[in-house]
């Protein structure tokens, strides 16, 4: 099966979350033909950033490229991330497209962003762009949070198909071992916040942890200028480094308000790191207690409660991980998907 991918980014270009998804499509589609808007003639439209449109705009150029060389690619499926094949429902190709949707920017705006600049076109107007993408293609949610926007934002069906982990990779070591690695002398309670130091990600909820229990160290891994009493930051770290740096602590701390799913709490519990989540992406339907603890809401007091829960428990996080969300059940899923699409 030939499939190409249209999406902004490489894994090489930007860490993110979709960026990691796409790497892993080659799981599924072993020769997966991969676009990036680096690889395409830009379409001469003017730069649209300071109206948050600078991904529709990436979108009608990789619609186009695809389109003028459908006959050299000959492909048998397109899948498309997000909005980055937006242009193709409104010209569709005389082949099958599948478009994947990572979160949607209603939610996104809901979730974090009232009060901010980037609130208005969030929310207002790259919407239209998603909802485009919705035609013409078979859609597919990568969790049920976000097969609930897709259905009450833009009224479109989709299938779940969650992600997956790396179960090869991300694997339990000894805590104290992995500390000593990394140069980490503290050997008391010691939890790992993974993300971009902002508001969406909970490092206010962080930083008044930090402030409140004087026992605990948090090793934060971020590309942002952290700085702050009892964390030990750690920036731009290498991703075959990751699994190192979980096996370190003894929890993962995920207070972010908006999550669509959420890479981080897999590659966690793949280590057997327990985790200290708030409820958003794949935690706001995912209560297997095996996992760790679940914060119901955005206060400091509850997320020490649940530390003290998690740090007096026995959690096994790792059997959850290998039941559900392994790297051979989300190729399974996607190459199943495919098939049906071929088929029809």
Same mark, same amino acid.
């Given at each position: 099966?030939?499939?190409?991918?249209?999406?902004?980014?490489?894994?090489?270009?930007?860490?993110?979350?979709?960026?990691?998804?796409?790497?892993?499509?080659?799981?599924?589609?072993?020769?997966?033909? +991969?676009?990036?808007?680096?690889?395409?003639?830009?379409?001469?439209?003017?730069?649209?950033?300071?109206? !948050?449109?600078?991904?529709?705009?990436?979108?009608?150029?990789?619609?186009?490229?695809?389109?003028?060389?459908?006959?050299?690619?000959?492909?048998?499926?397109?899948?498309? !991330?997000?909005?980055?094949?937006?242009?193709?429902?409104?010209?569709?190709?005389?082949?099958?497209?599948?478009?994947?949707?990572?979160?949607?920017?209603? $939610?996104?705006?809901?979730?974090?962003?009232?009060? +901010?600049? $980037?609130?208005?076109?969030?929310?207002?107007?790259?919407?239209?762009?998603?909802?485009?993408?919705?035609?013409?293609?078979?859609?597919?949610?990568?969790?049920?949070?976000?097969?609930?926007?897709?259905?009450?934002?833009?009224?479109?069906?989709?299938?779940?198909?969650?992600?997956?982990?790396?179960?090869?990779?991300?694997?339990?070591?000894?805590?104290?071992?992995?500390?000593?690695?990394?140069?980490?002398?503290?050997? $008391?309670?010691?939890?790992?916040?993974?993300?971009?130091?902002?508001?969406?990600?909970?490092?206010?909820?962080?930083?008044?942890?930090?402030?409140?229990?004087?026992?605990?160290?948090?090793?934060?891994?971020?590309?942002?200028?952290?700085?702050?009493?009892?964390?030990?930051?750690?920036?731009?770290?290498? !991703?075959?480094?990751?699994?190192?740096?979980?096996?370190?602590?003894?929890?993962?701390?995920?207070?972010?308000?908006?999550?669509?799913? $959420?890479?981080?709490?897999?590659?966690?519990?793949?280590?057997?790191?327990?985790?200290?989540?708030?409820?958003?992406?794949?935690?706001?339907?995912?209560?297997?207690?095996?996992?760790?603890?679940?914060?119901?809401?955005?206060?400091?007091?509850?997320?020490?409660?649940?530390?003290?829960?998690?740090?007096?428990?026995?959690?096994?996080?790792?059997?959850?991980?290998?039941?559900?969300?392994?790297?051979?059940?989300?190729?399974?899923?996607?190459?199943?998907?495919?098939?049906?699409?071929?088929?029809?």
């Amino acid at each position: 099966m030939k499939v190409v991918l249209l999406t902004f980014h490489s894994f090489d270009q930007v860490k993110g979350g979709t960026e990691l998804f796409s790497e892993h499509l080659r799981r599924a589609f072993p020769d997966l033909r +991969t676009i990036t808007y680096q690889d395409v003639a830009h379409s001469g439209l003017p730069n649209l950033e300071r109206l !948050n449109l600078q991904q529709p705009r990436m979108g009608v150029s990789l619609s186009n490229h695809i389109k003028e060389r459908l006959e050299e690619e000959d492909p048998d499926l397109i899948i498309c !991330n997000s909005t980055a094949g937006w242009w193709l429902s409104v010209r569709p190709p005389h082949v099958p497209m599948m478009n994947v949707f990572h979160f949607t920017s209603v $939610g996104l705006a809901e979730g974090t962003l009232r009060g +901010t600049p $980037g609130y208005l076109p969030t929310r207002y107007l790259l919407p239209v762009f998603e909802k485009i993408s919705t035609r013409a293609k078979e859609v597919i949610a990568v969790s049920t949070k976000v097969q609930r926007e897709l259905r009450t934002h833009y009224h479109s069906h989709s299938t779940v198909i969650e992600n997956g982990v790396d179960l090869e990779r991300f694997v339990p070591m000894d805590r104290m071992d992995a500390r000593r690695r990394l140069g980490i002398d503290h050997t $008391g309670p010691l939890a790992i916040f993974v993300g971009r130091g902002d508001h969406t990600k909970g490092i206010d909820l962080l930083c008044g942890i930090a402030k409140q229990r004087d026992d605990l160290r948090t090793l934060c891994v971020t590309s942002s200028d952290l700085k702050g009493k009892r964390l030990i930051v750690r920036r731009n770290v290498p !991703n075959e480094m990751m699994p190192l740096h979980y096996a370190a602590a003894d929890l993962l701390l995920f207070p972010s308000r908006y999550e669509s799913f $959420g890479y981080a709490p897999l590659e966690a519990m793949a280590c057997d790191v327990p985790v200290v989540a708030s409820r958003t992406g794949l935690f706001e339907d995912f209560t297997d207690e095996r996992a760790g603890v679940v914060v119901p809401r955005f206060e400091v007091h509850d997320y020490l409660e649940a530390i003290d829960r998690v740090l007096a428990s026995d959690h096994h996080p790792r059997e959850v991980v290998g039941e559900r969300f392994s790297l051979d059940r989300f190729a399974r899923e996607y190459r199943e998907a495919a098939q049906r699409m071929l088929d029809e």
